[in-house]
């Protein structure tokens, strides 16, 4: 959809797990995973469902359009 690079990776900051280790006495102690992201009842979840389905029908829509895709009806 044409969104800027700055903006995808601030969504992807948000919905991608992070991880780190902390140095002790100069030695690196084992790696733990930092608890962020996307949980229910979130209020930005609304938000990137209808980016997320937008996106689908827009990708869905060219491939029907080349062809690539056929579409059926149902009933």
Known sequence: MNFHVLWRKWIMEF????????LVNGSP????QFE???HQGDPL????FLI???SLNVMMNAL???DLFS???VG
């Open 15 to 22: 919905v991608t797990p992070a991880s780190a280790f902390v």
């Open 29 to 32: 102690t084992y790696e733990f």
């Open 71 to 73: 579409s059926y009806q």
């Open 36 to 38: 962020r992201g996307d």
């Open 52 to 54: 997320v389905a937008e």
């Open 45 to 48: 979840s609304p938000f990137l």
């Open 64 to 66: 029907v359009n080349v």
